[in-house]
């Protein structure tokens, strides 16, 4: 992994990447932030050694280097994931090359369902917390000690002063966010009303298919984290809804006016 790790940072290098000062996974919502990047490399997935391709229908895969808001970024346009059949280090790669391009800073975007009774399809939410629900971890196995720590804090994960930096920004922006708990799962079935209630026992707000593999790897290298949720469906108590992916991808893209708007503040102000 080590090595695999090198090998991608020093093509992407010789590509025409330098230091970043943040990482940004582009989930659904945000996959437009590339429309406000002045780009200076955009290559293909299947043109980066050791990158998977993306299989989801709406989920393109390319990374970028640029500047927005005159900071400069690596952006994964397009994720990896679980549900997919790639291993949980297949999807935490990009996480690891950002880091060994330069930058210790993490922020994703993510489609997620909301569970908590205040929460509307539509709403963006600051990610505060997560859980991991997805029964594997991508750091399992023999631990790479130049990568981390074996054992892993996570008390901090979600870092505070960025997120109180959205909140003004949001302010700034008249944009009522929500904040709340990520919890992820592996999908690709969506929730059991049974199991939407479970996730609201649990203590979490929303629920998605992402995010929380690639928020480890980043701790594990000691980077600071933020995300931002868009809901895009809702699992409230009593009530029978359905959800589709389409829908999923309807109610993301809906949000990705106001995704970028804030996304592009708050990079100035970083
Ligand atoms: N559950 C899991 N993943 C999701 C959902 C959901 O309701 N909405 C978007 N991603």
Known sequence: M?????ETVKFLQEKGFSTPDYGIVLGSGLGNLVDVMQVEVKIPYEEIPNFKVSTVAGHSGNLYFGTISGKKVVIQQGRFHFYEGWSMQDVTFPIRVMKFLGTDNLIVSNASGGVNADFKVGDIMIISDQIGFLMENPLL?????????????????YDKPMIVLMEQVAKNQNINLKKGVYLGVSGPTFETPAEYNMVRNLGADTVGMSTVPEVIVAKHMNMKCFGLSVITDLGVEGEVVSVSHEEVQIAAKAAEKVMSKLMVEFLSIL
């Open 141 to 157: 196995g023999i631990n790479e000690e130049r990568f981390g720590n074996r054992f892993v804090d996570m008390h901090d994960t």
């Open 2 to 6: 080590w090595n695999k790790v090198q």
